[in-house]
């Protein structure tokens, strides 16, 4: 696996699933154009990039560049670091017809393409986890501790929670684990969800 600590900003799941498999690090998904009307994702950008700075991996057709130019307005050019991928001629093998332009999107080309396109945006890329906060990371079982999976009232506990932190509130389990271990170490999880309701356990040693 390759530790990306910037957010990765990509245009679909089938992208996300694609990267995750060898990458890890914070991949978020804009749907397509849904970024430019939704303001709960713009806002997640905003928090999450504030902390991390994201990198920005679309398509290298019009509608890529549209959402790539879109995002990076949402943060100053300081926080955001632009990967890009060559537009090669090709379909992905899922798809029954290539693409409006016949080119490859990111789920098509190859994993050494896309840790190369991160290298040269600048990314640390580095194959191990170097992040200060991973020596105790947070984990499942910590969020079944803590009420926020596996129980009757977890949606109510991660929607709080996911509120106090300013992201959407439909946020997944999986994705509220990975930006609690961007964004906090163990210790101060187990400050964070004590102060969001949290109580009745002790959850920290």
């Known amino acids: 696996m390759y530790t990306i600590e910037e957010m990765i900003i990509v245009e679909g799941l089938y992208d996300k699933i694609k990267l995750s498999q060898f990458i890890d690090g914070v991949i978020f998904v804009t749907n397509g154009f849904t970024v430019f009307t939704n ?28 959402i790539r130019n879109f995002v990076k307005q949402l943060l100053p050019p300081e926080k955001v670091k632009h990967a890009y ?20 999107g990111v ?35 910590d969020m079944y501790a803590a009420g926020l999976s596996g129980g009757a009232d977890s949606r109510e506990k991660r929607i709080k929670l996911a509120q106090s932190l300013d992201l959407p509130y439909k946020i997944s389990a999986n994705m509220l684990l990975s930006v609690l271990n961007r964004l906090f170490t163990y210790d101060e999880f187990c400050e964070l969800v004590q102060n969001t309701g949290k109580n009745e356990n002790q959850i920290c040693e």
Do not use: N, Y
Request: aromatic share 2%; glycine share 12%.
């Open 39 to 66: 303001e709960d994702m713009q806002k997640t950008i905003q928090r999450l990039g504030g902390q991390t700075g994201i990198v920005i991996l679309t398509d290298s057709d019009s509608a890529g560049f549209r």
């Open 85 to 104: 991928i060559p537009a090669v001629a090709g379909k992905e093998k899922r798809k029954r017809e290539p693409g409006k332009e016949g080119i490859l």
């Open 107 to 141: 789920e098509g080309v190859k994993d050494a393409v896309i840790i190369e396109a991160l290298i040269k945006s600048g990314c640390a890329v580095d194959g191990h986890r170097t992040d200060k906060k991973s020596q105790r990371p947070i984990t499942k079982a």
